[in-house]
């Protein structure tokens, strides 16, 4: 209504329309170039009351704001690479696992009374694969992936990196404790590549000879 009254109000990010809230989480991922996707990072604020005021306005008249928490931790990783043969193919994907932890789900479920948050029990995974849209992929060279992960004490965190024609592997941290909130963030410098075995040869049946 247009009514002048008392208004509380509430945020949450990215926007859903879900009973109860809840964020998509999964572990399949994607990002635009090295560009931070805020699909997956879900922020919530405590209830702000504005006490005579117009819809959306302050008493005083002025917009409505809110300060977002975000209920995760962002692990952001920088990768660069001086190999000669891969550091210009194009990145496929990064998969992030962490031993023993449950990083991804179905959803991150918001409670809004108390502003919190958890992985909602359905589809959990230790993985998260994170994907470059197409036409965006970074150079091997040197790009960025950002994970939004539960806040938590991790032991092993691995990382997978695939290439247009390579793959590495390797041990990212042995232990880290990620708080909600925290943007953690390294850079590595990734110096041994395996070639991807070519891909199988087409066959073809003719029916009939």
Do not use: C
């Amino acid at each position: 209504t247009n009514a002048t009254q008392d208004w509380t109000y509430q945020a949450v990010y990215p926007a859903v329309d879900a009973t109860p809230l809840n964020i998509p989480f999964g572990a399949e991922r994607t990002q635009k170039g090295s560009n931070f996707n805020g699909a997956y990072d879900p922020l919530v604020s405590v209830p702000v009351t504005h006490v005579g005021a117009e819809p959306g306005k302050t008493p005083q008249g002025e917009a409505v704001t809110f300060g977002l928490n975000r209920l995760t931790a962002i692990l952001a990783l920088t990768f660069e690479t001086d190999d000669a043969t891969v550091k210009a193919e194009k990145v496929k994907s990064v998969a992030l696992t962490a031993a023993g932890k449950t990083i991804a789900a179905k959803s991150f479920d918001i409670t809004l009374g108390d502003q919190s948050g958890a992985l909602n029990a359905s589809e959990p995974s230790e993985t998260i694969t994170l994907s470059y849209e197409a036409g965006s992929e970074p150079t091997a060279a040197s790009f960025k992936a950002y994970f939004n992960v539960p806040a938590a004490t991790y032991g092993k965190l691995s990382v997978v990196i695939t290439t247009e024609g390579h793959t590495a592997s390797f041990d990212l941290t042995d232990g880290i404790e990620l708080l909600a909130g925290e943007l953690a963030y390294t850079t590595k410098a990734v110096t041994k590549w395996d070639a991807l075995a070519p891909a199988a040869a087409p066959t073809m049946e003719w029916v009939g000879h």
